[in-house]
T-cell receptor
Framework: EDQVTQSPEALRLQEGESSSLNCSYT??????LFWYRQDPGKGPEFLFT???AGEEKEKERLKATLTKKESFLHITAPKPEDSATYLC?????????????FGSGTRLQVQP | GAGVSQSPSNKVTEKGKDVELRCDPI?????LYWYRQSLGQGLEFLIY????????KSGLPSDRFSAERTGGSVSTLTIQRTQQEDSAVYLC????????????FGSGTRLTVV
């Protein structure tokens, strides 16, 4: 069974204080690992997809990296508007199954 | 439309009643997904549609849950004889076929069973 574990559950940072969120996963053949951002009362918003170990993607202050067992979302010099819940999900190679398996998320709060 | 639209945004229902939740995907998106998000939990997959067919219904929690999609567009998730444990946010997402680099989610329907 595919599993995704995110840590920490919650993280409070000062504006400008860089940090990393962790996503550990087990999957029977990784097709893709996804990062989403979710604001209160809204659906998740797509950030990145990573396909293979060693891959990195960047968007503004966010950088996602992938190894064979985990992914990190690095946040550089965060701003208060980066406050949100960050969700990690995996999709398995089984082509008959399109579902994503999500972790429970990391709630990030960035204080001015 | 410009995004995935879900209605209603909030629904309060009495235990034992049936409810219907609607999803209007992005025009041209052939794949449609329903997920459920309970308080403090991750998103839980319910069902996947490709066109009007549902090749993966493995996440539907019981036979009280059903879903259909018509015209390759609008989808309805129906919950019969609602129970308190059905209370959650029901999220719909759509994507172009085989677009594995991210679905587009709607804002969800918050269902409260009292």
């Amino acid at each position: 069974e595919d599993q995704v574990t995110q840590s920490p559950e919650a993280l409070r940072l000062q504006e400008g204080e860089s940090s990393s969120l962790n996503c550990s996963y087990t999957v029977s053949g990784l097709r893709g690992l996804f990062w989403y951002r979710q604001d209160p009362g809204k659906g998740p918003e797509f950030l990145f997809t990573l396909y293979s170990a060693g891959e990195e993607k960047e968007k503004e202050r966010l950088k996602a990296t992938l190894t064979k067992k985990e992914s990190f979302l690095h946040i550089t010099a965060p701003k208060p508007e980066d406050s949100a819940t960050y969700l990690c999900a995996v999709q398995a190679v089984d082509t008959g199954r399109r579902a994503l398996t999500f972790g429970s998320g990391t709630r990030l709060q960035v204080q001015p | 439309g410009a995004g995935v639209s879900q209605s209603p945004s909030n629904k309060v229902t009495e235990k034992g009643k049936d409810v219907e939740l609607r999803c209007d995907p992005i025009s041209g998106h052939t794949a449609l997904y329903w997920y459920r998000q309970s308080l403090g939990q991750g998103l839980e997959f319910l069902i996947y549609f490709q066109g009007n067919s549902a090749p993966d219904k493995s996440g539907l929690p019981s036979d009280r849950f059903s879903a259909e999609r018509t015209g390759g567009s609008v989808s309805t998730l129906t919950i019969q004889r609602t129970q308190q444990e059905d209370s959650a946010v029901y999220l719909c997402a759509s994507s172009t076929y085989d677009r594995i680099y991210g679905y587009t989610f709607g804002s969800g329907t918050r269902l409260t069973v009292v």
